[in-house]
């Protein structure tokens, strides 16, 4: 890893574990400061153990990403510690419950929608707002699925906030394609992460969604964070407004598990 976030501030929302805890890590060791954000103080202050052992410095603020003063209340925090804000991972998701439409409840589809989608527009909102004000320049990437470019049966809230977090994506990077703001996404298939297991951990499931991936393997943290740096240095500078899948040839390989 390289000092290519030298002189950045980095947020990463959904920080206090899996995919965003790594790349928290990651952007540290990348040399960028790092606001961590997330609903658990302990897991949270947690990364930031990691990012100083890691020679870095950062940060944690409690935040739901889905209420707004909560977000901008964030936005404001890194700004008063480290003056600035200039890469954004929004990243924090939760899977929802996985039943048919019919089974679905009202509480649940708005509970997926709130967090995973409404969540990354109110981030975009606060972050866009904050780099415009710096005069613009800036990267974000927020994190979709393979499940935003193709439906599951069954997981129809938490595809529909993924598909939403596509078109977010392209819409929000038009906006600010002339202010330097580089605006992503990422669509991992399964990631080896404590939501990994929850959906996919019960045997059958497990084979054959593994069967699914070509590679043979789930994806691990550090290969979707490794993207995520990328995208968000300047080595990715002419991207925006794609969604970068980081499946091991799952969607390559769809409708013939091997
Ligand atoms: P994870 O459960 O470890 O991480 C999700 C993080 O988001 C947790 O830290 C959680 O506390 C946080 N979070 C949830 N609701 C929040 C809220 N309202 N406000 C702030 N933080 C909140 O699992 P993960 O796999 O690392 O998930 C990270 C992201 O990756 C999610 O958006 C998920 O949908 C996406 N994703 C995961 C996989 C996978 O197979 N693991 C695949 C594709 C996409």
Redesign the pocket.
């Known amino acids: 890893m390289t000092q290519e976030l030298e002189g950045k501030v980095g947020l990463v ?10 790349t928290a890590v990651l952007f540290a060791k990348a040399r960028a400061k790092v606001v961590v ?4 103080e302990q ?1 949270g202050q947690e990364t930031v153990g990691l990012i100083r052992a890691a020679g870095g410095d950062g940060l944690f603020m409690k ?5 707004a003063s ?1 977000v901008e209340a964030l936005i404001q925090k890194a700004v008063d510690k480290f003056g600035r804000l200039d890469i954004a991972f929004n ?5 929802g419950v996985w039943v048919p439409i019919l089974k679905q409840s009202e509480e649940d589809w708005d509970r997926t929608i ?3 989608l409404k ?1 990354v527009w109110l981030c975009l909102k606060y972050e866009i707002r904050q780099m415009l004000k710096q005069g613009g320049g800036g990267a974000i990437v927020n ?5 935003g470019l193709v439906g599951g049966a069954g997981a129809a809230a ?1 595809s529909a ?2 598909h939403g977090v596509i078109g977010l994506t392209k819409s929000a990077a038009l906006e600010t394609a002339r202010s330097k703001i580089r605006i992503n996404a ?11 297991e ?3 951990s019960a045997p059958a499931v497990h084979k054959y969604v593994l069967s699914c991936h070509p590679m043979g393997r ?2 691990r ?1 550090t290969e ?1 964070a490794e993207a995520v740096v990328w995208m968000c240095s300047d080595r990715a500078s002419f991207m925006t407004g794609q969604s970068l899948v980081l499946d091991g040839g799952f969607l390559a390989g769809q409708n013939s598990p091997s």
């Open positions: 929302t959904g920080g206090t574990s899996g995919i965003g805890r790594e954000a997330g609903r658990r897991e935040t739901d990403v889905s209420k909560e990243n924090a998701g939760i899977e709130d967090i995973n969540g994190m979709a699925s393979i499940t938490y906030s993924k990422v669509c991992p298939a399964v990631v080896e992460t404590s939501m990994g929850r959906l996919f789930f994806g943290p979707i």
